[in-house]
């Protein structure tokens, strides 16, 4: 071998060692981010978990809000309708 096919094979050799090596480093960085992202999603579904709670708690009060105004509304009316006959019947001539 002359000093050309050893400065090319030495070539070669630092090239293929830096695509390994670069290769390495970025299986080392892909698995240590895999490594945060269960902690990341606990505290994620946790924080959902918490929303979805509160929307139901939400749900139920606005649902009883409803049911007030309903009942609310039918003990208006109930109390309104005696009072046109009532009306009607002092109104008409005593004879």
Do not use: C, Y
């Amino acid at each position: 071998m002359n000093g050309e096919q050893v400065a090319a094979v030495s070539i070669a050799a630092i090239i293929v060692w830096g695509i390994t090596l670069s290769m390495w480093a970025q299986a080392w960085a892909a698995r240590r981010k895999d490594s945060a992202k269960p902690e990341r999603l606990q505290a994620l579904e946790g924080r959902l978990e918490r929303v979805e709670q509160a929307i139901d708690a939400v749900a139920v009060e606005v649902e009883r809000i409803g049911e007030a105004h309903r009942f609310t509304a039918k003990l208006l009316t109930e109390r309104l309708e005696p009072l046109p006959a009532a009306s009607n019947a002092s109104r008409e001539p005593n004879g």
